[in-house]
Nanobody
Framework: QVQLVESGGGLVQAGGSLRLSCAGS????????MGWFRQAPGKERERVAA????????YYADSVKGRFTISRDNAKNTVYLQMNSLKPEDTAVYYC?????????????WGQGTQVTVSS
């Protein structure tokens, strides 16, 4: 079982930056692939970034490529999402997820979410 707690959300102006953190429990954190998802009102939840357990491979949605960076520190059981050049359309609740494989992230463990609001 993995418990996840997100933090770092807030209100920021367009063009600004935020860094989200997701702290996980458990001694096997490094064996889990991690992902960041977001859900805006009236829209489906979408995956914006993912990272393998070792951190050796990362994946991004086209909408955030070049602006967002996912990383992890397995010694701290934490995964990060650095968000730069934020746009109003990035406004959403952001969730982190953990699973044994990238393909099964949607069915894995989830945090409670953190709100990100980007004003124009």
């Amino acid at each position: 079982q993995v418990q996840l707690v997100e933090s770092g959300g807030g209100l920021v102006q367009a063009g600004g930056s935020l860094r989200l953190s997701c702290a996980g429990s458990g001694r096997t954190f490094s064996s889990y692939a991690m992902g960041w998802f977001r859900q805006a009102p009236g829209k489906e939840r979408e995956r914006v970034a993912a990272i393998t357990g070792s951190g050796g491979s990362t994946y991004y949605a086209d909408s955030v490529k070049g602006r967002f960076t996912i990383s992890r520190d397995n010694a701290k059981n934490t995964v990060y999402l650095q968000m730069n050049s934020l746009k109003p359309e990035d406004t959403a609740v952001y969730y982190c997820a953990a699973a044994r494989t990238l393909a099964t992230l949607k069915g894995g463990y989830w945090g409670q979410g953190t709100q990100v609001t980007v004003s124009s």
